[in-house]
Nanobody, 123 residues
Framework: EVQLQASGGGSVQAGGSLRLSCVASGYGFDDYPIGWFRQAPGKEREAVSCFSRTDGTTYYRGSVKGRFRISSDSAKKTVYLQMTSLKPEDTAEYYC????????????????WGQGTLVTVSS
């Protein structure tokens, strides 16, 4: 099973940018889509963006469309999430995981989570 490690979080002011990285190790990087998920204090975990390298299918949740962009570097076994025009409501712990993209939505494939990376956006 592929192991994924998220990094790149930090504290920024509203309107700022961050790029998160999800580095894969082990086998299976190409077996499933990779997704970015986030969980704010007191809220449910939600899918932010997911990408399938197999067919290029991409998912963005509505609130991040036009501001976030997911990309993949297969040689580096890394999936990035470029976040721009950040808003206070983007504040959350961000995780990457293998995902399932079906019916225009994205869900996590396994309810197993590594260490996330904290994004804090101040107003």
């Amino acid at each position: 099973e592929v192991q994924l490690q998220a990094s790149g979080g930090g504290s920024v002011q509203a309107g700022g940018s961050l790029r998160l990285s999800c580095v894969a190790s082990g086998y299976g990087f190409d077996d499933y889509p990779i997704g970015w998920f986030r969980q704010a204090p007191g809220k449910e975990r939600e899918a932010v963006s997911c990408f399938s390298r197999t067919d290029g299918t991409t998912y963005y949740r509505g609130s991040v469309k036009g501001r976030f962009r997911i990309s993949s570097d297969s040689a580096k076994k890394t999936v990035y999430l470029q976040m721009t025009s950040l808003k206070p409501e983007d504040t959350a712990e961000y995780y990457c995981s293998t995902a399932l993209i079906t019916g225009g939505t994205c869900t996590y494939r396994l309810d197993e989570w590594g260490q996330g990376t904290l994004v804090t956006v101040s107003s």
